[in-house]
């Protein structure tokens, strides 16, 4: 897998989060609220809280690096926001790693329709 970096300028508006993780391909964070601020973070889709907090999903990419993030409420929406300074390593599938993903996601609905 070939890996590209970018600065927080070219990032910001790069990094999304989501509500819900339909195709299975994201990892969800857990932002833990005490006192009104962020408390502590959980990641991972096999986690479970039992804390009041937010939580959403996120790249697996972006997910191994959260340490570079600013947590960010606007209004309900949480937002990462890139730290100044800090670099987000992206990576980039190879073709013959798209082409496994494809077949591994018509696979999976070929079994399903049975």
């Known amino acids: 897998m070939l890996?590209?970096?970018?600065?927080?300028?070219?990032v910001f508006k790069l990094?999304?989060?989501y509500?819900?993780?339909?195709?299975?391909?994201?990892?969800?964070?857990?932002?833990?609220i005490k006192d009104g601020d962020a408390h502590t973070i959980?990641?991972?889709?096999?986690?479970?809280?039992?804390?009041?907090?937010?939580?959403?999903y996120v790249d697996e990419h972006v997910s191994l690096q959260l340490d570079k993030f600013d947590f960010i409420m606007d209004g309900?929406?949480?937002t990462l926001e890139l730290?100044?300074?800090?670099?987000?390593?992206i990576?980039?599938?190879?073709?013959?790693e798209k082409?496994?993903?494809?077949?591994?996601?018509?696979l999976e609905q070929l079994e399903n329709a049975e």
């Not at 890996?3 to 070219?10: L, Y």
């Open 42 to 56: 959980t990641i991972g889709n096999n986690a479970v809280s039992k804390k009041s907090g937010i939580q959403f």
């Open 91 to 96: 990576p980039e599938e190879t073709e013959r």
């Open 15 to 17: 990094i999304e989060t």
């Open 76 to 78: 309900l929406v949480p």
């Open 19 to 32: 509500e819900e993780n339909i195709d299975g391909d994201k990892v969800k964070v857990f932002i833990s």
């Open 99 to 106: 082409e496994i993903k494809r077949l591994k996601k018509e």
């Open 3 to 10: 890996c590209k970096q970018i600065t927080s300028f070219e």
């Open 83 to 89: 730290r100044e300074g800090e670099e987000l390593v």
